[in-house]
């Protein structure tokens, strides 16, 4: 009992460090919002920029000196493999969505979670230019700026409420034709919280998003009586030492298991 009650302190106090954290990379990601930024690309095609380094930055120097025995895991580090050894681990992306970011759009968002021996325990997904603030922890529900949510109920698919890449999502299609799709939000961790309060039925993360796209959303949609995992429905693990993923599907719980049912049947190839 007093080490479940230590737990919980720390839990606590973990909540009230990743949201008071967040809220303030939010605030620099904003105030480099549409300004004149150094910037290059990684890997083949990914781009990043100094308003990336600087939210990264920012996390690391107030996340790890709280908190100096957990693991790290940022899209914008480079990895340390004694992340794999903790019992706890940060996973972050600073800037979600900096394709967009770096165009001047909206949808991009800071994305934060506490991982513990694989699965998501505290998420924070903050997008500063349309005021959404989400934020979930273990065994206590999801809220949107402060007020309790949860993902739209029932099977039915509205197409005109799933997002995600087109090709996949036409696959639900019960005929052929042209569908209403939603329209592309290019931040994936803000695409799969849209489902947690119902604003999308069910999103797509279609192959090789990563850890620090998915973990914070995860367990904002399943706080908030949604469901997220791959196509056959097997949950996803996290701080594995492969953090890439293949595609996934987030929603609220009878509509995902009715998705999850049609990919069993008819798998993508």
């Known amino acids: 009992m007093a080490d479940a009650d230590a737990n919980e302190t720390i839990l606590t106090r973990d909540a009230a460090l990743l949201q ?29 920029s100094e308003a990336d ?62 991982v513990e021996d694989a699965t998501p325990v505290l998420g924070a997904v903050f997008a500063p230019t349309s005021g959404e603030f989400f934020f979930a922890a273990r065994g206590r529900g999801t809220t949107l700026n402060d007020v309790p949510v949860r993902a739209s109920s029932g099977a039915e698919l509205d ?3 799933v997002a995600g890449p ?5 696959r639900l299609k019960p005929s052929p034709g042209d569908i209403k799709l939603h329209p592309r ?14 604003a999308l039925d069910a999103a797509f993360a279609g192959g090789n998003s990563h850890d620090w796209d998915l973990a914070a959303a995860d367990l904002i949609v399943q706080e908030a009586d949604g469901r997220m995992s791959d196509l056959s429905g097997e949950p996803i693990l996290y701080n594995r030492r492969e953090v890439a993923h293949g595609v996934l599907v987030a929603a609220g719980r009878d509509r995902h298991a009715g998705i999850v049912a049609h990919f069993r049947n008819r798998p993508l190839a």
């Open 20 to 48: 008071d954290t967040v809220r303030e990379a939010g605030a620099l990601a904003q105030s480099m919002f549409r300004t004149e930024l150094k910037k290059w690309t990684k890997g083949a095609s990914s781009p990043v």
């Open 166 to 170: 087109k090709p996949l999502v036409e």
């Open 159 to 161: 197409f005109a409420r």
């Open 185 to 198: 939000i290019g931040s994936l961790a803000l695409r799969l919280c849209r489902v947690a309060h119902g």
């Open 53 to 114: 380094i600087a939210v990264n930055d920012l996390l690391e120097t107030r996340l790890r000196k709280a908190t100096p025995d957990y693991g790290w895991l940022s899209e914008e580090s480079a990895d340390d493999a004694t992340r794999l050894s903790r019992r706890l681990t940060w996973i972050v992306d600073p800037i979600d969505g900096t394709r967009n970011y770096l165009n001047g759009h909206d949808d991009w968002c800071v994305s934060v979670a506490l």
